[in-house]
């Protein structure tokens, strides 16, 4: 993990001590999104570079089942310090399901399926929430070898609310340097495109009297929030001279909370599911065993 992100992580544990378990499990994810052992299940191109569909769109990946049954052990091993009770039922969820449809638990992750992730909830006998919450992260790693690869390949005049990359909704809007151009940045693959001003990214809604712009006492104009009165949705803004590190939008994202807080106070909401279901297929990798 690079430097700046693990400055931000230090100040998260400082100021939220409270939070240690969920830092340790970004930590873990963060770290591992540097490991180049997750760029061999990227193709070299992606399957879409034309139209709004994300690149990943109609991918066949193909990964090591015992090596992402690994990582998710590490991920389960990590969460275990959470103390709430739904957290809990993690620790009792079934091990041989877990093997045998761990590809399928990694292939709901990177598309963010809430139906795959109740089937599989309810095979592994677990909270289908709960096992979102954490296998969300699992896909990270993969997710920003994507975006070491691809990102080169997103057209400069793209116009589109949800990510060209993995399909995920912005954490948050960047308004970067003196002419404060804007960024939607992915909190999943970290990656940056291009954002119009006056435009809400859920719905296209770009009638000004519809958008509306909520003002924070502390951080003043430097952290807003935008909200569209027509679907509801919200996205942070922030002020910065230079936009924040990939591995950095997660924690950046959750160092904001406060803002979240204030939008859902004011009726504003996320969307629950994705801006595009990249329908990704998770395959499994055979590896040859030499003799």
């Known amino acids: 993990?690079?430097?700046?992100?693990?400055?931000?992580?230090?100040?998260?544990?400082?100021?939220?001590?409270?939070?240690?378990?969920?830092?340790?499990?970004?930590?873990?994810?963060l770290r591992d999104s540097q490991d180049s052992r997750w760029q061999a299940y990227v193709p070299l191109r992606p399957p879409v570079e034309s139209g709004k569909m994300p690149f990943l769109t109609g991918a066949t990946i193909f990964?090591?089942?015992?090596e992402t049954l690994r990582w998710f052990d590490k991920l389960l091993r990590l969460a275990?310090?959470?103390?709430?009770?739904?957290?809990a039922g993690l620790r009792r969820l079934d091990r041989s399901v877990l093997r045998e449809r761990i590809l399928e638990l990694l292939q709901a992750s990177i598309c963010q399926s809430a139906p795959r992730f109740d089937d599989l909830a309810q095979a592994l006998q677990v909270e289908a929430k709960t096992l979102r919450a954490l296998a969300d992260l699992a896909a990270v790693p993969f997710l920003h070898a994507c975006r070491r690869?691809?990102?080169?390949?997103?057209?400069e005049g793209l116009s589109q609310g949800y990510c060209p990359?993995?399909?995920?909704w912005p954490a948050f809007?960047?308004?970067?340097?003196?002419?404060?151009?804007?960024?939607?940045r992915c909190g999943r693959c970290g990656t940056a495109w291009p954002a119009e001003c006056l435009r809400c990214p859920y719905c296209d809604m770009a009638e000004h009297r519809q958008l509306t712009s909520l003002v924070q006492t502390t951080g003043g104009e430097a952290r807003r929030i935008d909200g569209c009165k027509r679907c509801r949705g919200y996205v942070k803004t922030f002020t910065v001279l230079q936009g924040s590190p990939p591995e950095a939008v997660l924690l950046d994202d959750l160092a904001s909370v406060d803002l979240d807080?204030?939008?859902?106070d004011a009726g504003y909401v996320r969307p629950a599911n994705p801006g595009y279901d990249p329908g990704v297929h998770v395959s499994a990798l055979h590896v040859k065993c030499e003799i």
Do not use: F
């Open 1 to 29: 993990m690079i430097s700046s992100a693990d400055t931000r992580l230090a100040r998260l544990q400082r100021e939220y001590p409270e939070w240690e378990p969920w830092l340790s499990l970004l930590q873990a994810v």
């Open 63 to 66: 990964a090591e089942a015992q």
């Open 80 to 87: 275990a310090p959470l103390t709430n009770a739904e957290s």
């Open 149 to 155: 690869r691809w990102s080169a390949l997103i057209p």
């Open 165 to 168: 990359i993995c399909g995920a």
């Open 173 to 184: 809007v960047e308004e970067q340097g003196i002419e404060r151009t804007r960024r939607l």
């Open 261 to 264: 807080i204030a939008a859902l």
